[in-house]
């Protein structure tokens, strides 16, 4: 498997589509590729040795949903998730987000929500980001 994001979505309790559609947005135009990630076949633009997007290299993204991103360690040992949103409000967010990629021609692959998943990716860079739109 080539280069792509993997995006671990938390949804808070304020969340709604307008935030989720942003998120992919901003996900996808995130200039945090060499051009050196670029599929064979994908034509790059004159100066291709800037930072691009995963949308410029038409990179696929992973969506996953990640309640576990608004742990509240601020007390005692034991974390709370009182600031993740429940299922019920989390889960269309989170499929918001990948429909709004898929909308904008990405190739999106998802988990199950709230389903126990192994995941194996490999952080080439090593870089991560937290995006937040509110």
């Known amino acids: 498997m080539g280069s792509g994001i993997v995006a671990l979505i938390g949804v808070t309790?304020?969340?709604t589509p307008a935030i989720a559609a942003r998120?992919?947005?901003?996900?996808r135009g995130l200039r945090i590729f060499e051009?050196?990630?670029a599929p064979a076949?994908?034509?790059l633009p004159p100066s291709s040795a800037r930072e691009l997007s995963a949308g410029e290299l038409e990179l696929p993204i992973m969506v996953i949903s990640q309640?576990?991103?608004y742990a509240d360690t601020k007390k005692g040992r034991r974390p709370?998730?009182?600031?993740a949103?429940?299922?019920?409000?989390?889960a269309p967010l989170v499929d918001a987000v990948a429909e709004a990629l898929r909308a904008l021609g990405t190739?999106?692959?998802?988990?199950?929500?709230?389903?126990?998943m192994k995941v194996n990716f490999t952080n080439d860079g090593p870089i991560t980001i937290i995006v937040d739109i509110d």
């Open 13 to 15: 309790h304020g969340d």
């Open 23 to 27: 998120m992919a947005e901003k996900i």
């Open 35 to 37: 051009a050196h990630h």
């Open 41 to 43: 076949g994908v034509c």
């Open 67 to 69: 309640f576990t991103l």
């Open 80 to 83: 709370t998730w009182d600031n």
């Open 85 to 90: 949103a429940p299922g019920e409000i989390a």
């Open 107 to 116: 190739e999106v692959s998802t988990g199950v929500f709230g389903a126990d």
